[in-house]
């Protein structure tokens, strides 16, 4: 696309490097591969030629049902691909080409270039590191904060995702509801100030009071900070809340793109207008009377016109535990 994207990817593939076994991955043991799938499953690309691209502050979402290759994509593009998985094509992150690039290359994007919330936590936080000290690790190593700015600067990136009380700094994560370690995976993950932010999945493990939170500290800290923002879901409502452009997958391929809004009112492809029928019934039945969805002014959390009414926006006043 144009020169200013800050992230553009071109017909970006991902296929099980040759020799292995797809089924398995690269965490099973040689023996299991071996005995596992036959050879033509095993070259089976997972993703074909994806092409999208995200400029400064735009929200671009990739969505598609389970296995589809979202993920896949999103950890591509970072060259975060598990062993055994090799991306071909095209990814230029802030100008840097990561498909292929040596992980030195890389590890300078990871924090002040991109940021990236995942589904669990967990995934992202160290089970045996204090929240603070792993909020502050990204502003030491990329901004090099030390000392008394150090703690000031976790501090506010705590206070930043509402976690103000000093104490939660020096919980470990496991003291914390799965709503607050979603908070300080986020923080986490924009601490060094990252221009894209990648989230996949993000409120998928939380209940829906927690998920609307959640989305809601990403579409503040997002707007405030003008950060790019690639947000991944199965969840069609979710992804129209909070972008401007989706992109579906099936099956590893784009199989429709454009604005949500267009997306939601004409879908042409009928596997995305089966992912809108089924997204407007669940508003249905969850919203019987509304046009758009409990928080009853008509916005989400973005004030978009889109024609899907949010799911998950059952707005308590109940804070996490
Ligand atoms: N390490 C791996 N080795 C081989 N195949 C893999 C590996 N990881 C994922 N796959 C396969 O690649 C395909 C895409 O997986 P991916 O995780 O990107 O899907 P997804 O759309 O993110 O699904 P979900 O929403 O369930 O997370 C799936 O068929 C999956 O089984």
């Known amino acids: 696309m144009t020169a200013e994207a800050l992230l553009e990817v071109r017909g970006l593939g ?31 690309p997972l993703v074909r030629d994806l092409s999208f691209s995200v400029a400064p502050g735009e929200r671009v979402g990739l969505i598609g049902e389970s296995g589809s290759g979202k993920s896949l994509s999103s950890l591509a ?59 502050g690790e990204p502003l030491r190593r990329h901004l090099g904060l030390r000392g008394a700015e150090l703690a000031r600067s976790v501090a506010e990136v705590l206070a930043e995702v509402r976690l103000e009380d000093p104490r939660l700094a020096r919980a470990y994560p496991h003291e914390l509801s799965g709503g607050q370690r979603q908070r300080v995976a986020i923080a986490v993950a924009i601490a060094a100030r990252p221009r894209l932010l990648i989230a996949d999945e993000p409120t998928t493990a939380l209940d829906v009071t ?54 939601l ?9 089966q992912l809108v029928a089924h997204a407007r019934a669940l508003d249905a039945a969850l919203d019987g009377d509304g046009p758009r969805g409990p928080r009853g002014d008509g916005t989400g959390a973005r004030g978009s016109d889109g024609a899907v009414g949010p799911l998950a926006e059952a707005d308590t006043d109940e804070g996490e535990r």
């Open 210 to 263: 927690v998920q609307s939170e959640i989305l809601d500290l990403l579409d503040r800290l997002v707007a405030e900070r003008g950060t790019g923002l690639l947000f991944i879901s199965h969840d069609l409502a979710v992804v129209s809340r909070m972008t401007d452009r989706v992109h579906v997958l099936r099956g590893g391929a784009c199989v429709e793109e454009g604005p949500v809004d267009a997306i």
């Open 14 to 44: 991902i296929a099980v490097a040759d020799g292995r076994g797809a089924a398995e991955g690269a965490g099973s043991p040689p023996a299991a591969r071996e005995a596992g799938s036959p050879p033509e499953r095993a070259h089976r």
């Open 77 to 135: 593009i970072q060259g975060l691909l598990p062993a055994g998985l090799e991306a071909s094509g095209s990814v230029r992150l802030a100008g840097v080409e990561t498909v292929g690039a040596p992980d030195a290359r890389l590890r300078p994007l990871r924090g002040p270039v991109a940021g990236m919330v995942f589904q669990e936590p967990m995934t992202a936080l160290d089970p045996l590191m204090r929240v603070g000290r792993q909020v």
């Open 265 to 273: 009112r004409e879908p042409r492809d009928p596997y995305t207008a």
